[in-house]
């Protein structure tokens, strides 16, 4: 895999998560970091620091991806989703547009 | 109604009033998709995981949640936004409760959308006032919210609007526990008993008003001199208030911002239209059913703003119309229903900018549609039970702007019909009548961005299905003329858009015509009643999932054989018969 392909999503704790950059890509938000026009770091580096979101939901919205693409290319399954996350989930995902 | 292309008239009243009364008659026609819109709140598709399009991460909390609520005790931690959503989920999947209601309290929630909602009471209004300042619209029509709940209103100063539609709980002393709230601009209290003439004094102060809706009230006799003050009201419903007589519009005479006054079937007579000549914003008046005569045509000819004007089912005869031709800015007319004839039509040549003109039911010839010939932009134009017959089309010819074209109950025949193949922005044509066959459908295939197509009486054989390749758009078909067979159904099976289909009287259709309907899969509703169709063609309806109505009267099927199949195959379906 290129390096390029890839994306380094780095949490609040400053745990690295380093997926596929069409994974990433679901967030919308994510999305305009990586694609927009100038030289920001983030376009650069294909790195993205989330202060606000904790290792285990950073975790868990990196499954939603790859999650995401398989549901896109017709193997629907159920996503799991532990209770007790669900609140602080639902705060990522709305900063990120997934 | 006007351009309700598929509706018999006997409905066209039923959704005027907004009743729910369904299709009654046996074999009567399937009524216009748009009934079909109105009466079901939900839409079908149920944003569900697992079926198509992929939720979204937010979709699924959500439905996490909806489906663990008893475990939350408090989404008030939750940016608004959020807390907002996971409430209207809850609302629309019915799964809101007095319990898990308390969880929203203090989530400075914008929106509280509870109309209709089973068991809303009193004690839910503490959570409605919890959200206090943020709060901007709540509904809680058919509630049984009393007085002592809607007084805890006032904590939330800056609701904009508000509906409690259909409530007998409250008394017009419960009523002002809204006087306060002045930051309101839309205000409805459909069918509501409490609004008395003493009741509306709570209106006064509500000095923002924009929209007030008063829609079958029946004691707001005498009370209309409240709203005086109200400077900045637009919009005004006293639709189906027979007890607002023509004083009532003399006390609204000087609030000149007004630009819609529905009062649709009241007491309004001539002299009160007169009260209204003052109110030069006015773009729409609906007078649809009040005793008016052409008398009041002076007083309306004044309205030199209106782009709406609804008279059907008024007392009008021809006299007096030459006034009219100053409201050149009217686009929507409709004198349906009354005793007009070809005479006041000449009176009607210079509304050039008229894009819909409905003349049902009214004493319209051949010679009258002459003086149409100058209007170019209409879009839609009711002729059905007129006299209009096949000379009469000529003169439609050159209406190339014509989308919706209802010729229902005339006299034209097959013959005269090429003369509408050139109105190829024709999306709807009602041509249900007797004596059209498929010789004059023949004569229309060049109008291939039909969308409804009603031949409901029309005599259309096999052989005439041929010319419905031509019309790979229509939505919505109707051919109950008796002359189908199964042949003739294969040329319907491909018809892809269909979403209501309509083959009913064809006594001749067997099972074998459900079995090529079987891959109209966007159909909606389906009729073939009074035919040779069994239970055992049923399995064929299976692929249908969008089905919602059935109509399976007279044929060799019963309500449970339907019942089985809605609940193996098609769980859409709500409306069936047999029933």
Not at chain 2, 309 to 325: H, I, Q
Request: proline residues 2%; contains cysteine; hydrophobic residues 40%.
């Amino acid at each position: 895999m290129r390096k390029e392909d890839m994306v380094k999503l780095i949490s609040a704790e400053g745990f690295e998560f380093v997926i596929d950059k069409d994974a990433a890509m679901v967030s919308q938000t994510i999305n305009n970091m990586l694609t927009s026009p100038g030289s920001f770091a983030e376009t650069q580096h294909g790195e993205v620091t989330f202060p606000e979101i904790s290792t285990t939901i950073l975790e868990k919205i990196c499954k939603y991806f790859y999650w995401h693409l398989q549901f896109a290319s017709g193997k629907e399954t159920e996503f799991p989703i532990e209770p007790e996350l669900t609140l602080e989930l639902m705060m990522a995902a709305n900063y990120l547009h997934t | 109604m006007m351009g309700g292309i598929c509706s018999r008239k006997r409905e066209q009243l039923v959704i005027e009033n907004g009743g729910c009364r369904g299709v009654s008659e046996r074999f009567c026609k399937i009524a216009s998709s748009k009934w079909l819109g109105n009466s079901f709140s939900r839409p079908i598709v149920d944003c569900q995981p697992g079926r198509g399009k992929c939720p979204s991460l937010m979709d699924l909390c959500i439905y996490k949640i909806r489906e663990d609520i008893d475990k939350y005790s408090s989404f008030s931690i939750l940016p608004r936004d959020i807390s907002q959503q996971i409430f209207n989920e809850l609302i629309h999947s019915r799964c809101l409760t007095d319990v898990s209601l308390k969880a929203f309290r203090d989530c400075a929630l914008q929106d509280v959308f509870l109309g209709e909602y089973p068991g809303v009471k009193d004690s839910w209004m503490d959570f409605i006032s919890s959200q206090g300042s943020s709060l901007l619209s709540v509904d809680i029509s058919s509630s049984d919210v009393t007085d002592s709940g809607l007084a805890l209103l006032k904590d939330c100063p800056n609701l904009q609007t508000f509906a409690f539609n259909y409530t007998d709980q409250l008394s017009e002393h419960g009523l002002k526990h809204i006087s306060g709230l002045s930051n309101l601009t839309s205000l409805s209290f459909k069918k509501c008993d409490a609004i008395t003439a003493e009741g509306m004094r709570a209106f006064s102060n509500l000095i923002n008003l924009e929209k007030l809706d008063l829609e079958r009230c029946s004691g707001i006799h005498g009370g209309f001199f409240h709203l005086k003050g109200l400077l900045k009201l637009k919009s005004l419903n006293i639709r189906c208030c027979k007890c607002v007589t023509d004083l009532d519009l003399k006390a609204i005479s000087g609030i000149t911002s007004l630009k819609e006054l529905q009062a649709f079937s009241s007491n309004i007579t001539d002299v009160g239209v007169s009260y209204l000549k003052g109110l030069h914003n006015l773009t729409m008046l609906n007078l649809e059913g009040c005793n008016i005569t052409n008398a009041c045509l002076e007083s309306i000819s004044a309205l030199v703003a209106l782009a709406v004007l609804n008279l059907n089912r008024c007392r009008l005869n021809d006299d007096g119309w030459e006034k009219f031709s100053g409201n050149k800015n009217l686009k929507v007319l409709s004198l349906g229903f009354s005793d007009i004839t070809d005479a006041c039509l000449v009176h009607l040549k210079d509304l050039t900018n008229l894009e819909s003109l409905n003349l049902d039911s009214c004493g319209i010839g051949d010679e009258g549609l002459a003086n149409l010939t100058g209007l170019t932009l209409l879009k839609t134009l009711e002729l059905s039970d007129t006299e209009v017959a096949s000379n009469g089309l000529r003169h439609l010819s050159g209406l190339t702007n014509l989308e919706n074209l209802n010729l229902s109950f005339t006299l034209v025949n097959d013959s005269s019909l090429k003369k509408l193949s050139g109105l190829t922005s024709l999306k709807s044509l009602n041509l249900d009548a007797r004596q059209i066959t498929d010789a004059g459908l023949a004569a229309l295939t060049s109008l291939t961005g039909l969308t409804h197509l009603d031949l409901f009486g029309a005599r259309i054989s096999d052989s005439g299905t041929k010319c419905l390749q031509y019309f790979k758009n229509l939505q919505s078909l109707e051919i109950c003329g008796g002359g189908l067979t199964d042949a003739g159904v294969k040329n319907i099976k491909d018809l892809a858009s269909l979403t209501l289909l309509n083959l009913s009287q064809n006594c001749n259709l067997t099972d074998k015509t459900l079995e090529l309907a079987s891959g109209l899969t966007a159909l909606v509703s389906l009729n073939v009643s009074n035919s040779c169709i069994t239970r055992e063609g049923l399995q064929y309806l299976k692929p249908l999932k969008n089905l919602r109505s059935l109509s399976l009267e007279s044929c060799k099927v019963t309500a449970s054989d339907i019942k089985n199949l809605q609940s193996d195959a098609l769980p859409n379906l709500i409306s069936f018969r047999p029933e």
